[in-house]
């Protein structure tokens, strides 16, 4: 997603941040666009500084179950735009998310799904909305910043436990 919306806006500057390369980078990255950066493997430290100089974070994860990163950055009060899949619409619903997009099999890789180019055209007009929209901007940070209270260290333990009691009050039945 991220490189074609780099093409789309070459007056913005990209960033994206992976664990490793991915290993079907190649199917959706054939050139790079000079505004688009790569990091691989950036330390948690580094991270949250890095994720603090960012205007929006594009997800363009076709499944998520944890979204972690999106929480990091909506407690970063950086704004999201991302599919309404999974773990996201739980983790981020005061956000942009985006339903109904489709995804296809690659042309040089089948077992590989990308996105449809419909679903990129979703995705560059979201971002071009948010660009233009100062006060929908300013309100998408205050619900970022909101929200990601819900995933408070304290508000996590409380539902890990209750869980784990839950769990073992089931095996006594």
Not at 29 to 47: D, F, G, I
Not at 101 to 117: A, D, N, R
Not at 144 to 159: H, M, R
């Amino acid at each position: 997603m991220i490189p074609f919306l780099a093409k789309r806006f070459p007056d913005i500057q990209f960033i994206m941040v992976q664990g490793n390369r991915p290993q079907y980078q190649h199917l959706w990255l054939e050139e790079s666009p000079k505004n688009l950066k790569m990091y691989y493997q950036v330390p948690h430290h580094e991270l949250a500084e890095l994720m603090r100089s960012w205007h929006v974070l594009i997800c363009g994860s076709k499944w998520e179950t944890g979204a972690t990163y999106v929480k990091e950055a909506m407690a970063s009060g950086v704004p999201v735009i991302a599919p309404k899949v999974a773990a996201l619409s739980e983790v981020a619903s005061s956000q942009i998310l985006l339903e109904d997009l489709k995804w296809e099999k690659s042309t040089k890789e089948p077992k590989v799904l990308m996105w449809s180019e419909e679903s990129k055209e979703r995705f560059g007009l979201a971002l071009d909305e948010l660009l233009r929209d100062r006060r929908g901007y300013k309100k998408l940070v205050s619900n970022s910043l909101e929200e990601s209270k819900k995933s408070s260290p304290e508000n996590i333990a409380k539902l890990w436990f209750d869980f784990m009691y839950k769990c073992r009050d089931l095996k006594d039945v």
